[in-house]
């Protein structure tokens, strides 16, 4: 007994994040195992492999005009959110002025907001002013929540930043203009490239406020939906998984880009 208990104590955290992460990584699993069942318009059971969805990921109606939807959504909202957001983290973080507890506050309501009524408050917004919804209101609801994550990521890295550096160029005679471009902006990037990858991430999940805002138009999590009820499409699962598969490649290729940065 002892010597289970001293085990568990050296390995508890081990032990802890191997359940953690067996948990976050079966509906994962579920979804690519599932892209290669034979299932035909029904995907609950499985029924047979096959490569056939794979062959061809826009073979279940829709699926990819959805999926096209929301990668045009997802592109337009994040450059947009990204632009304004790193703006405004620059603004919050180096200067001073009036309205500024204010601004900090109004930055987050978004984040802290329940999405429904995010969405509902836009409709109403939208309806007041006689716009429909449709494609484009979707992109300003997704500009609006997804650029609260990213002034909030970018103005952590420029809190992170070292000011000596900013200095030490300007000391070299470069101007305010100079150091922004060749040693803030090169130094930030970092964390305005995780503040846009985290933004296209919110904006191609996100289903509440596009349900609300989109109208008759389809995004793909609103394809999976509507299309729960009677088995999602096998194509659906590998669009998913190659999704998955891609940001998962992201992340990597960036993580030895930062080490590699480190150790030269």
């Known amino acids: ?3 289970v208990s001293r085990w568990f104590g050296r390995n508890l955290l081990r032990v802890y994040a191997v359940v953690a ?3 976050l990584f079966i509906p994962v699993a579920y979804t690519f195992v599932f892209s290669f069942n034979d299932s035909g318009k ?3 059971i ?7 969805n794979w062959q061809n990921p826009c073979g279940a109606p829709e699926v990819c005009t959805a999926l096209g939807n929301s990668i045009k959504i997802g592109l337009l909202a994040t450059t947009f959110a990204t632009i304004l957001g790193t703006m405004i983290a620059f603004a919050i973080a180096r200067h001073r002025y009036k309205g500024r507890s204010t601004t900090n506050l109004l930055i987050f309501l978004p984040m802290a907001t329940p999405e429904i009524v995010l969405g509902a408050s836009l409709l109403s917004l939208f309806l ?3 716009i429909n ?3 484009w209101p979707t992109v300003i609801a997704h500009v609006l929540f997804c650029m609260s994550f990213v002034v909030v990521t970018v103005k952590a890295r420029i809190a992170s930043l070292d000011p000596r550096l ?5 000391d070299l005679y470069a101007n305010e203009r100079e150091t922004f471009r060749r040693v803030t902006l090169p130094l930030v ?15 191609f999940d996100d289903f509440i406020i596009t349900n609300f805002n989109s109208g008759t138009m389809t995004t793909f999590p609103k394809f999976i939906y509507t299309s729960a009820a009677r088995g999602i499409p096998a194509q659906a699962n590998v669009i998913g998984s190659a999704m998955f598969f891609l940001a998962l490649a992201i992340v990597i290729i960036g993580q030895f880009v930062s080490r590699k940065r480190k150790v030269s």
């Open 1 to 3: 007994m002892n010597t």
């Open 128 to 130: 007041v002013f006689q």
């Open 133 to 135: 919804p449709g494609f």
């Open 166 to 170: 900013e200095q030490a160029a300007m």
């Open 46 to 52: 499985w029924k047979g492999f096959t490569w056939a």
């Open 21 to 23: 992460f067996t948990y």
């Open 42 to 44: 029904s995907n609950l």
């Open 189 to 203: 990037a970092p964390g305005i490239a995780a503040a846009a990858l985290l933004a296209f991430s919110l904006s």
